[in-house]
């Protein structure tokens, strides 16, 4: 009777995600689809995906009241950039900086994060194969106003702070933005606890906390979504999870292609934090990142050979 009951929970849960995931599947920004390489089946092969976080905000939810909020996701800037290397037994994850210094062609050169603003998702895509000479096979947008429930979904995840944080966001809770304070060690986050440890870029306790610490602990966040995944909370909420999940995210892959990269995940283990290495500097008055080409290479070739 108990096998009855939780093979019925586990065939609930999986129709709930490809439903949900056939309802989102394709909803990418116009001009991104068209720029991606084919890839094999993420179960047995490795695909190159590139996950991408806007500084817009949604329409409700989190986030929403924020004073000055850009809501239009097609004037936003990349916030985030990682591309994950994941299938066949591989799970490598290479961050690169929203304040790297690139070619954007018809911008000159200019932040690598501001490619999404200037000429949408296509140029986005351009931008970074040819910065690291990749083909990205998948894409997967970031949506902000469903992240923290999904995080809640899955019991929050745990991470380890090695900075203290005391940080506010657009302002604070007074003018609609958020406040996050973590001494240094490890912790356990809610969903809204979650999205502000990875957006956070100003630390007045820590001045030495950086954009760089930041891509850092967007990396421990999957690393704890994942860890969250096989646990008993994430049993009893299954139906939840996987109807939610989905709609994290916006991407080309629909439901088969999505179950693959979680199963893939699961099978790999959790990569350790990866960012580019860069230096800082200066161009025209802004503060950015210089890539090294080499660095580059090296880095681009460890995302793809391990090592």
């Known amino acids: 009777m108990l096998l009855a009951v939780i093979l019925g929970w586990l065939v609930l849960s999986l129709a709930l995600f490809l439903i949900s995931a056939s309802e989102n599947a394709g909803h990418l920004p116009k001009g991104a689809a068209s720029q991606l390489a084919p890839g094999g089946p993420i179960l047995t092969s490795a695909n190159t995906v590139l996950i991408i976080g806007l500084d817009s905000r949604p329409l409700r939810g989190p986030g929403s009241k924020e004073p000055g909020a850009n809501h239009n996701e097609l004037a936003a800037n990349t916030d985030t950039i990682m591309l994950w290397r994941i299938g066949g037994g591989v799970s490598r994850r290479l961050s690169i900086p929203r304040d790297t210094l690139v070619h954007i062609p018809g911008l000159g050169e200019a932040k690598i ?165 860069e230096t800082p500097s200066t161009y025209n008055g802004a503060d950015v990142l210089l890539p090294n080409e080499a660095n580059v290479r090296a880095d681009v070739r460890q995302l793809l050979n391990g090592g």
Request: proline fraction near 7%.
């Open 113 to 277: 994060n501001a490619a999404w603003a200037y000429g949408g998702p296509g140029l986005a895509l351009k931008v970074i194969e040819g910065f690291t000479g990749l083909k990205i096979n998948h894409l997967i947008v970031v949506d902000l106003a469903n992240f923290p429930k999904f995080i809640n979904d899955v019991g929050g995840v745990t991470v380890r702070n090695g900075h203290r944080i005391c940080a506010t966001i657009a302002g604070g809770p007074r003018d609609g933005g958020f406040a996050l304070n973590l001494k240094p060690g490890v912790h356990h986050l809610n969903g809204l606890q979650a999205e502000l440890y990875a957006r956070v870029r100003e630390n007045p306790c820590d001045p030495a906390y950086n954009d760089i610490v930041r891509e850092r602990h967007q990396q421990q966040i999957l690393n704890g979504i994942k860890a969250q995944l096989l646990t008993f909370h994430t049993f009893l909420h299954l139906p939840w999870v996987a109807w939610d999940a989905p709609r994290v995210l916006q991407t080309d892959m629909g439901g088969p292609a999505l179950l693959q990269m979680f199963l893939a995940a699961e099978m790999a283990g959790s990569p350790p934090p990866k960012v580019l290495d």
